[in-house]
């Protein structure tokens, strides 16, 4: 069996033969938000089941296609639908774009998520940017033998998501007009969205919003060097006094709407990063 350095670098050969580009930052896009890929210059577009050891996504709203382009000058690899551990995929798949992107020399990775709203201050289209947060998928990609050759064994994850990038894609959101919260994220396994006694308790805990995805990545960034920014979509009333029931299909409609405004502030934050 081939060890996954050797799987992440098959992958990442044949990326290479595709473009000249190589990526600064890497992107990972969540429900609804797929066309934040739209636009790239020089774009080459790559289903996931036609790239070697890749794993395919199977959520509606995820096209399932790695995009390598130039946004705003900067050339970037963007994964247009994410991978969830609710579809049965061991952790490391769910991790493994992350990995990908940093052997083709990525420094960066932006993450987006539609999220339910357990502050009630967050409501349905919010943008929240992510200042840190709770891991209740119990689980982690970094579990199993270490391979030095993606990162060291205990990584820390305080300052999970990098305070420089967070204070530049505040300044991106203010320079285009867009009102913005930043709040701590958690992250369950889903798909079933959650009961009211699990969103009293998350509350407690300090959690602002709540999904199904993201921290797999986030800490598999931290572990191969990435620095990280979050932005989640506020695509649902998750507040445990709330009687609202939620949809995918009302997720994806309440993110369209703002996905124009999620679009503008990543731009804003790979231009400035690499300006």
Do not use: C
């Amino acid at each position: 069996m081939p060890t996954l350095s050797q799987r992440i670098a098959l992958t990442a050969n044949h990326l290479i033969k595709q473009t000249r580009l190589r990526p600064k930052a890497a992107i990972i896009l969540g429900s609804g938000l797929g066309g934040l890929a739209d636009g790239l210059q020089e774009a080459v577009a790559i289903p996931y089941r036609d790239l070697p050891s890749f794993p395919v996504t199977t959520v509606p709203g995820h096209k399932g296609r790695v995009i390598i382009g130039r946004l705003r000058g900067v050339p970037v690899i963007v994964f247009d639908g994410r991978l969830h551990l609710y579809e049965g995929l061991p952790m490391w798949q769910v991790a493994y774009p992350v990995y990908v992107a940093h052997r083709l020399g990525a420094g960066m990775l932006v993450v987006t998520n539609a999220a339910g709203g357990i502050n009630p201050a967050l409501t349905p289209g919010t943008i929240m940017l992510i200042r840190d947060h709770i891991n209740m998928t119990g689980g982690s990609p970094l579990t199993g033998e270490n391979d030095p050759e993606l990162g060291a064994r205990f990584p820390s994850m305080r300052f999970a998501y990098d305070p420089a990038l967070l204070a530049v894609a505040r300044e991106a959101a203010s320079a285009a007009g867009i009102a913005v919260a930043e709040g701590v994220y958690v992250a369950m396994l889903g798909p079933n969205y959650e009961t009211d006694a699990e969103l009293r308790m998350l509350e407690r805990l300090g959690a602002d919003a709540v999904g199904m995805s993201t921290v797999p990545e986030v800490i598999a960034a931290r572990h191969a060097g990435l620095r990280v920014a979050g932005i989640s979509v506020i695509s649902n009333d998750a507040n445990p006094q709330s009687t609202v029931q939620p949809t995918h299909e009302e997720v994806q409609r309440v993110v369209g709407l703002v996905s124009g405004d999620v679009r503008a502030i990543v731009e804003g934050l790979v231009e400035r990063s690499y300006a």
